[in-house]
């Protein structure tokens, strides 16, 4: 009998000898055990869902005649009109000033990583991440055949040598960056961090992936300019930037609508719009007919109460975190998003730490090093505070600080 195992191994794409199972959506499947306090997904609140209007929205879409035949009906790759429009004006209030044809929707901000690296990557060639990045975006370029470059540890905070960062490397680098309380960290770049980025992006003629997937879940400090604004502020307009911005619905309105987009310059939307009918033609047509009936009503109202709760349970995290850790803990203190990020004492790692939370305290959580491109701080975890309650993360938290205390 043939060992079809190796047969088709032999038979995959060089490129697939770097792909990967996703780690943490390996783990995430162990974890559906109804006593174990989870802080591992990373996914929105379902009590948050605005179930109603997208019903109501699904049901004026079918129930009228004519809506209905386009709702069920392919459309244009670059996606519905109005919601472009509408979102072209939202970006414009906010230092964008853009038409619907600089936008195209994707399958999910995560469909957006992959046509990017698709469109810019050549096997070999460079891709400037954070330290720790991403994972999906890390999981969406991987296929593309690139080198990981750190950006080193405070190289936004002083002169970074553009010439020495680069030295080996394949030149003209994709950046990706996530500047508002990133996955995994909860971490925001501050204005002056931005404005070095594109320095950086200048010296080293580097294309600028923003990954904004949590931008609007802003729950404290002021809203920061994104790095779309910041380079169209100084390039004049945005067919001269050279940022691409990713923006999503699925942690404001509903990840299961897929509704992504793409803000940038035309000659890349065009572009990318090629890779899109290639890939999957357009977004589902009804699904954005809703999104953009969801977003016209009440959408401030929605968000504010989104911001509000996911507030009130990242104090109630920073609280216990507090309250509960021992000495040599420390964490980042999330001004929106869904994440804290904790660095553990040197000598305790996150994967090891996360097999005994299971065993012996009934709590799990992400560990840091899958989030790492290059060089991995095993001593770090990630914690999401958006499906717990208020009481099960404190219980949660002197579960960890307990464990952890042992370790020490
Ligand atoms: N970017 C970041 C930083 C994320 O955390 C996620 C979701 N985990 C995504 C992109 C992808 O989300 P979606 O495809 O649902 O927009």
């Known amino acids: ?24 959506r390996e783990l995430l499947k162990l974890l559906d055990q109804p006593d174990i306090l ?45 919601l472009r429009e509408w979102l072209a004006e939202r970006m414009g209030a906010h230092g964008v000033a ?13 469909q957006a990583l992959d046509l990017l690296g698709k ?29 990981y470059l750190d950006l080193p540890d405070g190289a936004l905070d002083g002169d970074c040598d553009a010439e020495a960062l680069m030295a080996g490397r394949a030149e003209r680098p994709l950046g990706y960056f996530v500047p508002d309380y990133a996955n995994p ?11 070095a980025l594109l320095e950086l992006a200048d010296a080293t003629d580097m294309t600028l992936i923003e990954d904004a997937a949590y931008r609007e879940l802003r729950f404290a400090g002021e809203a920061l300019p994104s790095l779309l604004a910041l380079d169209i502020a100084r390039s004049g307009s945005i067919e001269q930037a050279r940022t691409l911005y990713c923006g999503t619905f699925s942690k ?17 939307i065009e572009k990318l719009v090629l890779l899109k009918q290639g890939s999957d033609l357009h977004v589902s047509t009804i699904n954005q007919m809703v999104g953009w009936r969801t977003v016209t009503e009440d959408y401030e109202q929605h968000l504010s109460r989104l911001r509000n709760a996911y507030g009130a349970k990242a104090q109630a995290t920073l609280d216990a975190l507090d ?27 996150g994967k090891d730490l996360l097999a005994r939370a299971i065993a012996e305290e009934r709590v799990a959580f992400v560990p840091g090093a899958p989030f790492f491109a290059e060089s991995a701080a095993d001593n770090t975890i990630r914690l999401s505070y958006s499906l717990p309650t208020a009481a099960e993360i404190d219980d949660g938290m002197a579960r960890l600080a307990r464990l952890i205390a042992r370790q020490i």
Request: net charge neutral; hydrophobic share 35%.
């Open 252 to 268: 404001t309105i509903s990840p299961a609508l897929r509704l992504g987009w793409v803000c940038g310059p035309k000659a890349v």
């Open 98 to 110: 853009c038409g619907p044809e600089n936008i195209m929707l994707t399958a999910g901000s995560q």
């Open 119 to 147: 469109l810019f990557l050549t096997r070999g060639d460079t891709v400037v991440v954070a330290r720790p990045t991403y994972l999906g975006a890390l999981q969406a370029f991987t296929a593309y055949e690139p080198h």
């Open 38 to 82: 989870s802080f591992a997904g990373g996914i929105p609140d379902p009590g948050l869902f605005p179930s109603e209007r997208i019903q109501a929205s699904y049901q004026a879409v079918l129930s009228d005649p004519e809506l209905s035949q386009q709702a069920l009906q392919y459309s244009v790759s670059e996606g519905y009109l109005p």
């Open 323 to 349: 309250r509960h850790m021992p000495q040599g803990v420390s964490w980042s203190k999330p001004q929106g998003g869904m994440f804290v990020w904790l660095r553990l004492p040197e000598g305790i790692d």
């Open 185 to 195: 960290t909860g971490e925001s770049m501050t204005t002056a961090q931005r404005r």
């Open 1 to 24: 009998m043939t060992d079809h195992t190796t047969a088709w191994a032999q038979r995959f794409s060089e490129r697939m000898s770097r792909v990967r199972a996703n780690e943490i």
